[in-house]
């Protein structure tokens, strides 16, 4: 349970440090980024710490931690993407960290929503900051791209992690 802040919470501040110091967006944008990774820090280590207090509750908590850091992932996206492109790498997080303990379909989904909503935000923000126009076809397919590259690495992932279990039991 502790995997989002052992690798995935590290990686986000390494990306949120790196926007900030070599793109320099605006004081608000880096205070509400930190704020926001702040507050998800803490979330996580609180759910990830009673998650054996409420045993009968553990499989819900690790779903609401799993879409918490998907909402975590979009508002951070939406701040820095215009600043720093790898910004998309966020939403690999979510889906990668549920395929440790959920079902393949379960990944899949978030993985499609993760890729969803990583879409959506590219358009509202080509929207609200652009032309008025959208998105054009170079952005249309960049996100794709990187959309399709979350289903799949979510996949493996859980493909992964399917395999080492059915391997560890077949050594008993």
């Known amino acids: ?16 440090l790196f926007a900030i110091f070599f793109s320099q967006p605006e004081r608000e944008v880096t205070y509400m980024s930190f704020a926001i990774l702040a507050a998800a820090f803490v979330a996580n280590f609180w759910l990830g710490k009673n998650t054996y207090r409420f ?5 819900h908590i690790r779903a609401l931690t799993v879409w918490l850091n998907l909402a975590v992932s979009a508002a951070l996206f939406y701040l820095l993407s215009a600043y ?7 939403f690999l997080t979510a889906p990668a960290a549920s395929a440790m303990y959920m079902k393949k379909w379960q990944v899949g989904l ?9 879409i959506g935000l590219y358009y509202a923000r080509s929207v609200a900051f652009g032309d008025g126009g959208g998105m054009g076809a170079q ?5 794709a791209t990187q959309a399709v590259f979350i289903v799949f690495f979510s996949m493996f ?6 395999m080492i279990v059915k391997v560890r039991d077949s050594m008993r």
């Open 55 to 59: 045993l009968q509750w553990s499989r």
């Open 139 to 143: 952005l249309w397919g960049m996100a």
């Open 157 to 162: 992932t859980a493909s992964m992690a399917e």
């Open 84 to 90: 720093w492109a790898p910004m998309w790498l966020l």
């Open 1 to 16: 349970m502790h995997i989002l802040n052992y690798y995935f919470t590290p990686f986000a501040v390494i990306l949120i």
């Open 110 to 118: 978030i993985s499609l929503v993760a890729a969803g909503l990583m």
